[in-house]
Every structure is written in structure tokens, then in C-alpha cells.
């Protein structure tokens, strides 16, 4: 299974950015994907996971009313909307797949600024 994650970038406080999450290989082998980020100087922490199937949902408190997880099975591409986005977002963005998040992808960088 490979994941490429892609749609990073600068925003300001307050905008809205979209991450993609493209799955290829054996999705079969694939029962959840999740986002996760982690900040300079901290430690990978958990965003958003859903089950392949759409059938479960779940989002950190941080980010909860504010990002929106959701996946196009027919394109195997699961997307991370980010809504009100703040300063404290900013991070490398992974995700990562498999019951045990067997596998990752690279990250991409989203820079709020204030």
C-alpha cells in the first residue's frame, strides 16, 4: 500500500485549505485511513480517521466542528477539509492507513499565519 499526501501550503488565519490523501496498491488490505500532524517541536498527533468503508468517523477535540474527513472510494483518495484554520494547525500533515497504520505517506506542510 503507498499513501501520497499533497495539497500543503501557506494560508492565514481564518482560511479554509484541502489535503489529499491518494491510496494505491492493496486497498484491500486497508481498513481505516487517518490524518495525523505534528507541530515543530512536538509530537505527532492524531487529526481525523475514517473507516475505508465511510462507516465511522472520528476527529480530535481540537479539530472537531472545524475539519471534515471524508473519502472518494472510486478515486481510493481520502481528503482532510480544513475549515478556520488557525495558527496552532500549523504542522506536517501525514496520513497513514491500515488497521495499525502499517503505512504512511510523506507529509505535506501547512503554515498558518496570524
Known amino acids: 500500500v503507498q499513501l501520497q499526501a499533497f495539497g500543503g501550503g501557506l494560508v492565514q488565519a481564518g482560511d479554509s485549505l484541502t489535503l489529499s490523501c491518494a491510496v494505491s496498491?492493496?486497498?484491500?488490505?486497508?481498513?481505516?485511513v487517518a490524518w495525523f500532524r505534528q507541530a515543530p517541536g512536538k509530537e505527532r498527533e492524531f487529526v481525523s480517521v475514517?473507516?475505508?468503508?465511510?462507516?465511522?468517523?472520528y476527529y480530535a477535540d481540537s479539530v472537531k466542528g472545524r475539519f471534515s474527513i471524508s473519502r472518494n472510494p472510486s478515486e481510493n483518495t481520502v481528503y482532510l477539509q480544513m475549515n478556520s484554520l488557525k495558527p496552532e494547525d500549523t504542522a506536517v500533515y501525514y496520513c497513514?492507513?491500515?488497521?495499525?497504520?502499517?503505512?504512511w505517506g510523506q507529509g505535506t506542510l501547512v503554515t498558518v499565519s496570524s
Open positions: 496498491g492493496r486497498t484491500f488490505d486497508i481498513y481505516n
Open positions: 475514517i473507516t475505508w468503508s465511510g462507516g465511522i468517523i
Open positions: 497513514a492507513a491500515g488497521q495499525a497504520y502499517n503505512y
